[in-house]
């Protein structure tokens, strides 16, 4: 099987810590022969920390020079729509970190695009591949839930503002706790019901914490600079009458450091992601089964081999490109109702 080459754009904590890991054990179907950052001193010594020979500020000369089969993105939000084009353009597959791009015509246009070249577009919501969330599909797809009709998304912290990067910066990130977290529950909610379209959003955000200050968890914040919300919640309706109630903060004052999420609800039974747990009948009772022996897997790594079967024409759960302009049209409609 011929090694596809691969590139990184972004040479930030997400492509050492996440990405290139992954792309070292899979080595035997991809090869990564160039990161590109706006700071070449910093691509060039991520490129060196992880033995990648080449490395770039310009991302012409990534493609003049490696022709990558593949490119990955991991930069800010705001970059994701115009690298993913001009990486669609040279004819590469794209793997684009979350969220897909900073509105909803940007996103619809990277999935026209992609549909158009013939390439795979998809994004890194890599909570797809954990254990429970495998588990829960299994669990739906033998039956075991009937038909779902609602579905709780969570993740919120109690104080976790990022005290460093863009993600108090509106321009660059687009938006704050629903943009960072809401859409990976979002979209494991939104998988799980088939990827629907709402035809009702009501949304709020809410950035009181953010703007006022105080202990924070995760380094100190600026909230003179806070430009985002700190906390949001949404409903959405489904033609189907299946409701998703979803809710994301940096900052909420509540007991636990931090919660991620999910309930689902059918006419049979019902679970709760992490830790999974099923609540059934069972011989004429009230059940609740625990699975305590689920495998820890690596999750980007499998999220990262997902792509690549996609790439390759095989089966894969990655997230589309069409799923992420659904996604991101939601998120929009989201903000745009909390604003009335």
Known sequence: MTRLKAAIIGGGNIADKNHIPALKHLSDQVDLVAICSRDLSKARALADLHDVPHAFDQTAELY??????????????????????????????VFCEKPPALNAQN???????????????AYNFQLRQASEYALLMRCKADGLLGDIYHIKASFV?????????????????GGGALMDLGVHVLDLALHTLGYPSPDQVLGNTYDFIGKAGGKGLLGQWNPDA???????????????????MLSA???????????????????????????????????????????????????QLKNTSAFLDACAGKPSNVCTAEQGAILQEIVERIYQSAER
């Open 249 to 299: 903060s940096f900052a909420l004052n509540m007991e636990a450091e931090k919660e991620r999420n999910l309930e689902v609800f059918g006419s049979r039974g019902g679970a709760k992601l992490f830790p999974f747990s099923l609540h059934t009948e069972l011989a004429g009772e009230l059940a609740d089964i625990h699975f305590p022996f689920l495998e820890d897997i690596d999750i």
């Open 107 to 121: 996103a619809r246009e990277m999935a026209d695009l992609a549909h158009h070249k013939g390439r795979v577009l």
């Open 226 to 244: 806070f430009e985002v919300e700190d906390g949001a919640t949404a409903y959405l309706t489904f033609p189907n009458k299946a409701s998703i």
């Open 64 to 93: 003049r020079q490696c022709a990558p089969d593949v490119v990955i993105i991991c930069t800010p939000n705001y970059l994701h729509y115009l690298q993913t084009i001009e990486a669609l353009e040279q004819g590469c597959h």
């Open 157 to 173: 912290r109690r104080r976790g503002i990022p005290g460093w990067g863009y993600f108090t910066n509106k321009a660059m990130q």
